[in-house]
């Protein structure tokens, strides 16, 4: 489904020059949950934005369903971004001033569906992530857990191709982090959504099914995880 | 595109509704300000045109003045102008005048000033001379050695008496001398003293129409201006045409035409201030709209990254602050209008006093008031719009984390 080819991302240039991704190549295929893991720095967020079309490569290929999506012009970018693919942030990045549900269904009135349907689209999604009943909250009355559960629900509600998570955890406790995991777990093991996320938590393997393991840019192994 | 507008239109509105009501009061407070900026002095000046308009109706011009043509100093056959101008219908009172240059004498102190001959009973329906004496009497028809002045002449005057030079305290009854600009002198006596808190009048003086034309030698039915006041205001132009039609063939002006030339020399600077204000005030108004959406827009800069990244289009982002701006702009230009209406209303009860005397009350022009609106309006959009087009062509990257 996602096939990374030779992918390099460089910042600076001649001897300043930072080799973020030196040369990365990988498959993924449809309904994997596989966890990016490294050092800070390792280049593993760099490979995620690349991924989610948020960044450039500075060299490489990178395909979604055979689809040359690195060389697409921003717009097609943008709409790709919108239909294709879900983001989750490591802060959320919610939109303050709009509810939960409005934050989730913004995307589908983009997408060029009435009101009344991207709502219920959102209600949806809000239901999967067990957030239902908090659609009218803004973020500032939600816990850390119940944000990322928004943000993840704004990711799924337009059930992309896939979705990609930059450590969603990074700013939750033991007990949010595992609801946001459970949550990915039910949507890749009931909804066969195909998940990447970076982490550097080694007990979050125990819910991926592969991880990648990356060091100073350069892929250094790719494993399947056993089930426990 | 709709799309786009339902987009933008969303986060628009969930900003007004869930934003910091605090920062929205605070640029709705600036873009009242900025819009009675706009709006207050030219309102100022426009009371100061109504004044000065209104006095040029009431005394030299009527509401319509018929002069001589070309070079020719007096209208040759006033009568018959008179004849033909109260025959047209609307028409509601005319009369003829003479204007002549004359120096005048008294106890020594000597002033010049401008004579003017009127027929007296006349000038009740035609102008506010009878109406402003304010020592003594008007002229009567048999007034042939009477003469009416002008505060300022007399020394009277308590607005503009230190600026002009006059006849020192000259009072009814009192005996002046008059050397009128062919060199013919005659004595009059003072029948009444005039003050109309207006230099064109108050530095003026009258006398009988025959005895202009006695001094001067003239033959019956000259003069120099014939004066008409109509029915209906605001017809001015319609019975210019009809006058003419009647085959009046001198020089036809409304108190418009006249005044218009009048005070575009007397308020030359004004106008300038005026002008000048406007365009400062458009000018600072722009920045100040620009900067004020611009530090909001710099604020949301990671909002804006947030929504790329999700796939919001550029220009629904766009659209959303060009909303959000005209709603700010439309909320200030709503408050600045409660603000101004009260300023109005204060000033119709408390005119500024100008000359001591002369009562200036802004005038709401709703031209005024259009242009400023459609012109704050058009701002709001081109400032929502220019900052948040430069910010939604920022890589996403750059926008959320600054990098």
């Not at chain 1, 295929?29 to 490294?38: R, S």
């Not at chain 1, 693919?85 to 983009?110: P, R």
């Not at chain 1, 979050?204 to 840019?217: A, L, P, S």
């Not at chain 2, 919001?312 to 408050?335: D, E, H, Q």
């Amino acid at each position: 489904m996602i096939t990374v080819k030779d992918l390099k991302r460089y910042y600076g240039s001649g001897d300043m020059t930072v080799k973020a991704l030196n040369g990365v190549s990988f498959e993924i295929n449809k309904g994997e949950f596989v966890a990016i893991m490294g050092a800070s720095g390792c280049g593993k967020t760099t490979l995620l934005r690349i991924l989610a079309l948020l960044d450039d490569a500075t060299d490489g290929e990178y395909t979604i369903r055979g689809l040359k999506v690195s060389s697409l012009p921003e717009a097609e970018r943008s709409y790709y971004r919108l239909t294709q693919v879900g983001y989750v942030f490591q802060d959320y990045a919610l939109i303050n001033e709009m509810t939960a549900a409005e934050n989730v269904y913004i995307l589908s009135m983009m997408e060029g569906k009435s009101k009344k349907e991207s709502y219920k689209v959102a209600l949806e999604a809000l239901d999967k992530v067990g957030l239902k009943d908090k659609h009218d909250r803004i973020p500032d009355e939600l816990s850390g857990g119940e944000k990322q559960r928004v943000a993840i629900a704004r990711a799924i509600a337009k059930k992309p191709d896939i979705m990609f998570a930059d450590e969603p955890c990074a700013n939750l406790d033991t007990r949010n982090s595992e609801q946001v995991l459970e949550v990915f777990k039910d949507l890749n093991d009931n909804y066969g959504q195909t998940i990447v996320m970076v982490t550097h938590e080694p007990w979050h393997v125990k819910y991926v099914d592969r991880v990648i393991t990356f060091q100073d840019g350069v892929l250094v192994s790719d494993e399947w995880v056993e089930e426990q | 595109m709709i799309d786009d507008i339902r987009v933008g239109a969303l986060i628009a509105g969930s900003s007004i509704k869930r934003g910091n009501k605090k920062t929205l009061v605070f640029i709705v407070f600036v873009l009242s300000l900025i819009f009675m900026n706009l709006v207050f002095l030219p309102s100022m000046i426009g009371g100061m045109t109504v004044l000065f308009t209104g006095f040029m109706r009431d005394y030299p011009y009527g509401d319509i003045v018929i002069e001589p043509t070309g070079d020719n100093t007096y209208i040759n056959n006033a009568d018959n102008v008179l004849k033909k101008v109260r025959a047209v219908e609307g028409v509601r009172a005319a009369t003829k005048r003479l204007d002549v240059g004359a120096s005048i004498e008294h106890k020594q102190n000597v002033v010049g000033a401008t004579i003017t001959g009127v027929i007296p009973t006349e000038e009740y329906d035609i102008s506010q001379y009878p109406y402003i004496i304010k020592e003594g009497d008007f002229l009567g028809d048999l007034s042939r050695d009477e003469i009416i002045i002008g505060s300022i002449i007399s020394g009277t005057s308590t607005t503009f008496g230190e600026i002009y030079d006059d006849l020192g305290e000259t009072r009814t009854g009192s005996l002046v001398d008059v050397t009128y600009s062919n060199g013919v002198k005659r004595t009059y006596k003072v029948k009444g003293i005039m003050e109309g808190n207006f230099e064109l009048v108050d530095l003026n003086a009258m006398v009988h129409y025959k005895e202009i034309e006695d001094v001067y030698g003239l033959d019956s039915g000259k003069a120099t201006s014939v004066v008409v006041r109509i029915d209906e205001q605001g017809t001015e132009d319609e019975m210019k045409d009809k006058i003419r039609e009647a085959g009046v063939n001198e020089k036809i002006f409304t108190w418009a035409d006249k005044s218009e030339t009048l005070i575009r020399q007397a308020m030359q600077s004004l106008g300038a201030i005026d002008t000048m204000s406007k365009f400062v005030g458009l000018i600072v108004g722009a920045a100040l709209i620009l900067i004020i959406i611009y530090i909001n827009i710099l604020n949301r800069k990671k909002e804006i990254g947030i929504l790329k990244a999700v796939g919001i289009t550029p220009r629904s982002i766009v659209l959303s602050y060009a909303f959000l701006s005209m709603f700010y702009v439309s909320i200030g230009i709503f408050a600045g209008l409660i603000l101004y209406l009260s300023l109005m209303l204060y000033f119709q009860a408390n005119p500024v006093v100008f000359y001591e005397t002369m009562e200036i009350r802004p005038q709401i022009d709703v031209m005024l008031l259009i242009e400023s609106i459609a012109t704050m309006l058009t701002l709001s959009v081109i400032a929502g719009t220019l900052p948040a087009w430069s910010v939604s062509k920022e890589s996403i990257l750059k926008a959320i984390w600054g990098r």
